[in-house]
């Protein structure tokens, strides 16, 4: 029997990228998006767009419940929806925060607590957090996306504890920079950080075109989705892997150096030193 996947936020970029490649691999791949439309034009025979929005506690039932229907399990689960809020602390809005975390964090523990009975049940599942070499790395404009991601870090290590014991097998993958067009679906700019008025323009100038340009410039998403593929089917697979050039990058360097010697180096490398 086949097994089956449920991905979330699957319309575009690496979760598009993995539905496709598993259900070419023979899994029964849910691919879940606000807008099932954005996946009209995916044709394979075990590929099934279905409509999920995480920030709705209903829907995700609904959804959980058409696949239990179907097919009474689902052996993997893959947290892939969110989005990243450019903003400083000092001018965020209240919504704005908030909706960071309802969707990157709340969004990915509704959907999760939603699958883990079904898994518990059936006593085997896998769950697979897609997170960011930025939930390891602070940089500026991006503490909420920064804060979220970590919080995602978090999470895998503590449920990879807690569902140990139901042989649910929980990771995390930290993407570098991937061009999936983030920079322009799923980069949101708070309209004051941005403004020519904002006491950080000299910053946004600086780094924002650098971030944007690191974006369009980065790996394929089929590097992400094929490192998915191989966490999926190897059962000592490490609790967390990163892919892309700028995790490959970092993330060593970060837990070879000192707190300050790797700001340090941060600063230098995106001319944050003004």
Request: hydrophobic share 40%; net charge negative; no cysteine.
């Amino acid at each position: 029997m086949s097994e089956v996947v449920l991905i979330t936020g699957a319309s575009s970029g690496i979760g598009r990228t993995t539905a496709l490649l598993l259900a070419e691999q023979g899994y029964i791949v849910y691919a879940g998006t606000r807008e099932v439309s954005r996946l009209n034009n995916l044709k394979h025979k075990n590929l099934h767009p279905i409509h999920l929005d995480i920030t709705k506690s209903e829907n995700i039932t609904l959804a959980i419940q058409k696949i239990k229907k179907e097919h009474q399990k689902i052996d993997v689960l893959i947290n892939n929806a969110g989005y990243g809020l450019v903003a400083t602390v000092e001018e965020v809005s209240e919504e704005e925060m908030f909706e960071q975390f309802n969707v990157n964090v709340f969004g990915l523990l509704r959907v999760s607590k939603a699958v883990i009975p079904l898994m518990r049940e059936n006593k085997s599942g896998v769950i697979i957090n897609i997170s960011s070499f930025l939930g390891k790395i602070g940089l500026p404009l991006l503490t909420f996306y920064n804060s979220s991601k970590y919080a995602v870090e978090g999470i895998t290590d503590s449920l990879r504890y807690e569902l140990r014991a139901f042989n649910i097998r929980v990771h995390s993958v930290m993407p570098g920079f991937f061009n999936t067009n983030f920079a322009k679906d799923n980069l949101v700019a708070n309209a004051d950080t941005f403004s020519e008025n904002s006491p950080y323009s000299d910053l946004v100038k600086n780094l924002a075109p650098n971030i944007v340009e690191q974006i369009n410039e980065g790996n394929d998403a089929s590097e992400a989705a094929e490192l998915i593929l191989k966490m999926i089917t190897d059962e000592n697979a490490p609790a967390r892997v990163t892919v892309g050039d700028k995790a490959s990058k970092f993330i060593p360097m970060r837990r070879e150096l000192s707190d300050e010697d790797f700001e340090r180096r941060v600063r230098e490398y995106y001319n944050l030193n003004g």
